[in-house]
């Protein structure tokens, strides 16, 4: 499997474009590994297992993390993971799907899929770059994502033989980000641990993301974010005319409307 040891950002953009996916290892610091475990566990406390094959039957998942984002913010906004995503999609983009992910022992393996493949677009088109963040280490027994390498570059309607795949082992605290058009899955979770990620999506601006972030975040929640995140989360013009909201640009927007409310208020 195509990996990297250091994450200087032309060696690691460079096996990105070639392979479809570069290994960004340990990229967390103990303590910051630590903090997004934390959270995440409060957060996935009480989650049923998906009903569905493909989530997983033995996974569970939670959405709508940006109102309750705690200590997983580090992760989202890593540098080193947008280093790749700029130069890959350009300075604006956005969150598409965004989740906590627990594999638990005895999750079979997933269907094999490119997330972009959610987009009637053509094969070569580079609409997203995603990261897998692993919270716990990424092993071959306990189902690691299985990747088929240079998929990326596969025409449309061929598909990964078992052959091709291999699994993205990595340490706790590393993120595997890999192109929209990559051909992977969960692997089967054989061990008898869980195994937890953090998935977030990237997408260009104009697209509409798998996630409807602004509804599920909240107006008011919205506001106390970090400017980048309320960016990353749609409130961003992705061009002069795409994405305003009465006119303004949506953080203008967000300015007055405070402004509105605390005269209201007062």
């Not at 984002?69 to 995503?85: K, R, W």
């Not at 990326?152 to 890999?178: F, I, K, N, T």
Request: aromatic share 6%; hydrophobic share 45%; glycine share 8%.
């Amino acid at each position: 499997m195509a990996e990297i040891g250091d994450t200087e950002s032309g060696s690691a953009l460079a096996a990105l474009q070639d392979h479809g996916f570069v290994v960004l290892r340990a990229l967390l610091s103990d303590a910051e590994l630590a903090a997004a475990r934390d959270h995440a566990d409060d957060l996935l406390r009480g989650a049923d297992w998906s009903d569905n094959g493909f989530d997983g039957r033995r996974t569970r998942r939670v959405y709508s993390l940006l109102k309750r984002v705690g200590s997983l913010e580090p992760l989202l906004l890593h540098p080193e993971v947008h280093h790749l995503v700029t130069a890959c999609l350009g300075e604006v983009y956005q969150f598409g799907m965004l989740f906590l992910s627990a594999v638990d022992p005895g999750q079979g393996a997933q269907q094999l899929h490119f997330d972009a493949g959610v987009y009637p677009l053509p094969r070569e088109v580079e609409a997203e770059i995603n990261v897998i963040w692993a919270l716990d280490d990424f092993t071959a027994s306990n189902g690691a994502t299985l990747i088929a390498p240079g998929s990326h570059r596969w025409a449309a309607g061929r598909r990964p033989q078992p052959q091709e795949l291999v699994p993205a082992v990595m340490p706790a605290g590393s993120a595997l980000v890999y192109s929209g058009r990559l051909w992977h899955a969960a692997g089967h979770n054989t061990a008898e641990t869980t195994r937890r990620a953090l998935i977030c999506e990237h997408v260009l601006p104009w697209l509409r993301p798998a996630d409807n972030h602004i509804l599920a975040t909240g107006i008011d929640r919205l506001r106390s974010l970090a400017p980048n995140l309320r960016r990353l989360a749609g409130v961003a013009l992705a061009s002069d005319y795409l994405g305003f909201v009465a006119g303004q640009d949506p953080e203008q927007w967000l300015r007055s409307a405070t402004v509105r409310a605390r005269d209201v208020r007062s």
